[in-house]
T-cell receptor, first 116, second 111 residues
Framework: SAVISQKPSRDICQRGTSLTIQCQVD?????MFWYRQQPGQSLTLIAT?????????ESGFVIDKFPISRPNLTFSTLTVSNMSPEDSSIYLC?????????????FGPGTRLTVL | QKEVEQNSGPLSVPEGAIASLNCTYS??????FFWYRQYSGKSPELIMF????GDKEDGRFTAQLNKASQYVSLLIRDSQPSDSATYLC???????????FGTGTRLKVLA
């Protein structure tokens, strides 16, 4: 499985500011995903980031609030813009990897965001 | 709306017992099924995946899939306190790359 790192691991931010989260993979992967996990909840997909194309956002998530970059096959960023306390959450990136390459997702360690 | 349902628990079992975790899904077109373990404050870790009806064993873990009844389960034999975690069921529906996650079942193995 791929080794995935995320930066920062945690942050405390003021409302109205923005935070960019980085996700780095040790191998080239086609599909990367960004999830949010609010306290005590399960995972909600924010968007799918494919290299060379615009990210595909899920219902309830918009590019202006969560802009995503995917400059190459090993890296992606998610920005949480104009933050409010409701954005406090764990943000996870994942990659699709494995023999059936579109099937199995592996997760990075996550970024714990607190917005005051 | 496609859904994946799990009992939130907590499911408490004594050390050494078999823990049985269940998951049902609504989309009959679902093709791939996954179990993840998530320790508190950590990210999900893949335990097993299963694609075909029947049982799949990996060490102390057995995944069971019944597509006709639309359920998938995870059995943990000889449960250990270190197995205490939240177990997430995920389903990938046909024709998509997206997973739908259940809300997770919290397992507590009592020493």
């Amino acid at each position: 499985s791929a080794v995935i790192s995320q930066k920062p691991s945690r942050d405390i931010c003021q409302r109205g500011t923005s935070l960019t989260i980085q996700c780095q993979v040790d191998s080239q992967v086609t599909m990367m995903f960004w999830y949010r996990q609010q306290p005590g909840q399960s995972l909600t997909l924010i968007a799918t980031a494919n290299q060379g194309s615009e990210a595909t956002y899920e219902s309830g998530f918009v590019i202006d609030k969560f802009p995503i970059s995917r400059p190459n096959l090993t890296f992606s960023t998610l920005t949480v813009s104009n933050m409010s306390p409701e954005d406090s959450s764990i943000y996870l990136c994942s990659v699709a990897s494995g023999r059936r390459s579109t099937d199995t997702q592996y997760f990075g360690p996550g970024t714990r965001l607190t917005v005051l | 709306q496609k859904e994946v349902e799990q009992n939130s628990g907590p499911l408490s079992v004594p050390e050494g017992a078999i823990a049985s975790l269940n998951c049902t899904y609504s989309d009959r077109g679902s093709q791939s099924f996954f179990w993840y373990r998530q320790y508190s404050g950590k990210s999900p870790e893949l335990i097993m995946f299963i694609y075909s009806n029947g049982d799949k064993e990996d060490g102390r873990f057995t995944a069971q899939l019944n597509k006709a009844s639309q359920y998938v389960s995870l059995l943990i034999r000889d449960s250990q306190p270190s197995d205490s975690a939240t177990y997430l069921c995920a389903v990938k529906t046909s024709g998509t790359y997206k997973y739908i996650f259940g809300t997770g079942t919290r397992l507590k193995v009592l020493a």
